[in-house]
Nanobody, 122 residues
Framework: QVQLVESGGGLVHTGDSLRLSCLAS????????MAWFRQAPGKEREFVAA????????IYADSVKGRFTISRDNAKNAVYLQMNNLKPEDTAVYYC???????????????WGQGTQVTVSS
């Protein structure tokens, strides 16, 4: 089990950028695939991006491809989500999660953070 804490959310305008961070506890961070999901009001939690254990492989949702970049620093037990050219439809609570496979399936991730709010105004 790993404890996850997200930060970096906020209120921005269309076209702005934000960088989310997720810090993990424990000494086995590099054992986990890490991912970002998001949940908008009234909608189900949806996949955003995932990264393999050593960062060599990444996958993205079509809606963020080309705008968002997931990365990780195993020495710091951290995973990041760089979000550029933000749109109002990106407004959501963003969660990081740990798992064992680089897949977009929510059910394949075991541990979750509490989330950080991102609001994009038009």
């Amino acid at each position: 089990q790993v404890q996850l804490v997200e930060s970096g959310g906020g209120l921005v305008h269309t076209g702005d950028s934000l960088r989310l961070s997720c810090l993990a506890s424990g000494r086995t961070f590099s054992s986990y695939v890490m991912a970002w999901f998001r949940q908008a009001p009234g909608k189900e939690r949806e996949f955003v991006a995932a990264i393999s254990r050593y960062g060599r492989g990444t996958i993205y949702a079509d809606s963020v491809k080309g705008r968002f970049t997931i990365s990780r620093d195993n020495a710091k037990n951290a995973v990041y989500l760089q979000m550029n050219n933000l749109k109002p439809e990106d407004t959501a609570v963003y969660y990081c999660a740990s798992g064992t496979a680089v897949v977009p399936d929510r059910g394949r991730y075991d541990d979750w953070g509490q989330g950080t709010q991102v609001t994009v105004s038009s």
